[in-house]
Each structure stands twice: as structure tokens, then as C-alpha cells.
């Protein structure tokens, strides 16, 4: 669909399109309404393509999707690229360089696949085979928030390595320079070669940032207790809007006003 369409709502899973409870009740219906008017709804998350698969099943998805925070993209329809486009550097290679930092800054950064099952439930609140998917990770490195002291060492680091952090609301994720949620979406336009693509981008956490510079139309999504004041604050020089309900609920109302605005329907 993404090659039929110069409009494309893309985004971020966890915390924007559903809470942290994996509810996607809220969006669904606004989800069918887009696929009525053949606006391709592509996930862009820090979540693995095991994980992305399970939703779109739910959500009966069939656009191409961005996973690993931006590190790889997949879809059935790519088929000029036998179905994925490869940006970052593999999980071995990034797991190698995240116990070099370690080392430079004297601070053990854990990987989340190193956490125990009852440590990552209770991190995430993935039980059972939802750990198994999230573990299936290939192209970035999630680990554990470091305390804010250390960011600009870790920055430091991050930079002789040709490496990237990316802090969530619940981890941080090490990417290669070459792959991010705003290069993923700019690869995603150049396969499809249309012109003048406007995105519709929604995020909740500073992770998404580069997803929504690279929007046209960029919404926030609060959690329940807000929305994440880091990201506002490195959005306060670009037009945005903050959703006035959290998670799915927020998407939805968000993405329907913006459709009636855009007098799409």
C-alpha cells in the first residue's frame, strides 16, 4: 500500500499506540478507518519483527514495518529487497562495543536479553513466549537506563565507536550511526519512490525523536502520568501536538481530528 499512497501514518508501539498493559483495543477501529481510505499504518518501535508480527496479526496489518528502533525494515510487500532493508550493525557487534564502553566508564551496562525472566517481567510485563520474541533481537542493543550522571560519558564513548544511545522510558538502545526511526522512514520513502510524502508521526519518549523530525505532522503521546518532559523539551523549537488522553486513546482522537482537518473523510 505504501507505493499507492503520498500519506503514511507511522508509529512508535509501546506507550503510543498502547499502554503498557499491550492493550490496542483503543486504536483498532481508528486503524480500519485508515485502511478504508488506503493510508498505510507502518509501526516503527524498538520492539523485534517476532514481537511487530504478532500485532499486526492482531491489528490486520499489512504495510511494511520498522523494528530494533529503526535498525531493520520489513514487510511483504518489499519485494525489489526480498522483503527487509538492513541499516544497523549486528546484535554481536553491538554487544561487543556496549562491554568496551562498560569498561571505559567503570558502570556494568546490562543488556536486557542478559535479565533473568523474572527481572525482564517485571521490567517490561512480558511473560512466557512474549520474553522469547523479545529476546529475538538482531540488529540493536537495548540495555538497562544508566544514571544520568553518566550520559555524557557514555555520549563520549558512543562517538569513537560510530555508535548511538537512544534512552526510552524504560531502557536505552545502542544503534549503529547508520540506523535510527527517522533513517528508517527516510529509507522507507526512497524505496518507494513517490514524491512529496507527508508523515503523520506519533511518539512518547525521546527515542521517538527522530521519528518525529522527520514527520511532517508530529503528535506526542502522554503516558498516564503525563507526557515524557525530555522529549518536549528537545521538540520546544518544532511545531507539535501533545495528545490530550494517553496512549491509544490519545492516537486515536489525535489521528481522527488530523483525518477531518486534512478533510480526508
Sequence with gaps: MIEN?????????DGTLMDHS???TPAKETIELLQKLSIPVILCTSKTASEVKVIRKELNLTDPYIVENGA??????LDKVNGKIILG????????ILNFISKEIDYDLIPLNNLSDQEATKLTGLKGN??????????SMPFLNPPSFLEEKINICCKKFKVEVFKGNRMSHLLSTNSNKGKAINALKKYSNIQNIQIIGLGDSPNDLPLLLNSDFRIVIPGR??????LLDQLKNFEFTLASEPNGYGWKNEINKLIINLKLI
Design 5 to 13: 499512497s503520498s500519506l503514511w501514518v507511522v508509529s512508535d508501539v
Design 22 to 24: 499491550y492493550d490496542l
Design 72 to 77: 531493520a525494515i520489513y514487510g511483504e510487500s
Design 89 to 96: 550493525k549486528r546484535y554481536e557487534f553491538l554487544e561487543d
Design 130 to 139: 512474549s520474553l522469547n520474541l523479545m529476546r529475538d533481537r538482531h540488529w
Design 225 to 230: 502520568d503525563g507526557p515524557n518532559l525530555n
